[in-house]
């Protein structure tokens, strides 16, 4: 029987599930026109198939160990109800990040206001499923909805998440409405607090670092997917040096390796850097469970078991070191 080594399972705090569909197409020559993709996908979408997709998504999740998801949802109701169902058949503990959108996108996506998303937010509580708050944007939320998305989160203590500076585009726009950056909108609405999870934050400067600081916010970073998508690098070294909490994220599902997420994230500090070892192995760890496990409000999720008679693993000094610095998934048991 091979020896394992048992380790806290690690969090997916980003998922959107739909969009696995969408590995190897290598259409859209950058992230807008890949969105058009995205967007033509998450319109074929039914509960029938969301409900056979996401088993498939979340059992690569937990082969490659992950052991909870944040499902950051915006595709509907039925839909949401079909995810669950998926995570519990997969053996994933799921919280449903029920996405928050006023305009743009499909007309699926949107609420006709955001008494109407709070609503379906408490229908959702009322089944007993862990939620979250999630405008999905502040291209799609004004200030009204962060406002009130704000108060609601507050007093209910439930996680707050949201995409921000993802995109220079999405600044310029910011600043054009509202004249102000995504991250000072989301402080300035009351969208910001120690239950904030702002993702990607990929183009965030040292002004929206700091109020993450005073907010004690974290950042969710998923490395493959802002790769894939040209979004950019998260200026690791800045974020790590305020001590802000960094979590991962799957994002797009163009790959599924939690190891490969906390690599990236320790190489791109490496390259900004130009020295070696920014991040402990052990706080790159718990950026992979801990951290994500506060982003989403969990107490308790499964462990993962290592498998340390893979050949990756075979004659290492260190496992820990190994795990994280060359192994990929297929090390879980």
């Known amino acids: 029987m091979a020896e394992t080594l048992?380790?806290?399972?690690?969090?997916?705090a980003h998922s959107h599930g739909f969009q696995r569909a969408l590995r190897g197409r290598t259409g859209g020559g950058d992230f807008w026109a890949w969105r058009e993709l995205m967007l033509a996908e998450a319109e074929r979408q039914t509960p029938e198939s969301v409900r056979r997709g996401y088993v498939d998504v979340y059992r690569e999740?937990?082969?490659?160990?992950?052991?909870?998801?944040?499902?950051?949802?915006?595709?509907?109701?039925?839909e949401a109800l079909?995810?669950?169902?998926?995570?519990?058949?997969?053996r994933v503990r799921i919280v449903l990040l029920l996405a928050a959108y006023a305009r743009g996108g499909l007309p699926r996506f949107r609420q006709d206001s955001v008494a109407d998303y709070l609503r379906q937010l408490e229908a959702l509580r009322d089944r007993g499923i862990s939620v979250g708050l999630a405008p999905h944007s502040v291209r799609a939320c004004p200030a009204d909805w962060l406002e009130e998305i704000g108060r609601?989160?507050?007093v209910e203590k439930l996680p707050v998440h949201v995409h921000a500076d993802e995109q220079p585009r999405e600044i310029e726009e910011c600043l054009a409405e509202h004249g102000l950056r995504p991250i000072e909108l989301l402080e300035r609405t009351g969208c910001l607090g120690e239950r904030t999870t702002v993702v990607h934050a990929t183009h965030a400067d040292d002004s929206e670092l700091d109020l993450l600081v005073g907010a004690g916010a974290r950042i969710c970073a998923c490395p493959t997917t802002e790769a894939n998508l040209g979004d950019g690098f998260l200026p690791v070294d800045r974020v790590c040096t305020r001590g802000i909490g960094i979590c991962i994220g799957s994002d797009s599902n163009v790959r599924i390796d939690p190891l490969e997420e906390l690599r990236e994230l320790e190489g791109v500090a490496r390259r900004q850097t130009g020295r070696r070892n920014v991040i402990s192995t052990e706080t790159l760890l718990c950026f992979g469970a801990d951290e994500g496990a506060g982003s989403l409000g969990l107490e308790q999720?499964?462990?993962?078991?290592v498998d340390l008679s893979h050949p990756s693993?075979?004659?290492?000094?260190?496992?820990?070191?190994?795990?994280?610095?060359?192994?990929g998934a297929d090390v879980f048991a």
Do not use: I, K, N
Not at 7 to 12: A, E, N, R, W, Y
């Open 6 to 12: 048992s380790l806290p399972g690690f969090v997916d």
């Open 61 to 78: 999740l937990r082969a490659a160990g992950y052991t909870a998801v944040g499902e950051f949802h915006y595709l509907g109701f039925d």
């Open 82 to 90: 079909a995810a669950v169902e998926a995570a519990a058949e997969a």
């Open 152 to 154: 609601y989160a507050q």
């Open 301 to 305: 999720w499964d462990d993962v078991e």
């Open 313 to 327: 693993l075979r004659g290492v000094e260190d496992a820990f070191e190994a795990l994280v610095s060359g192994c």
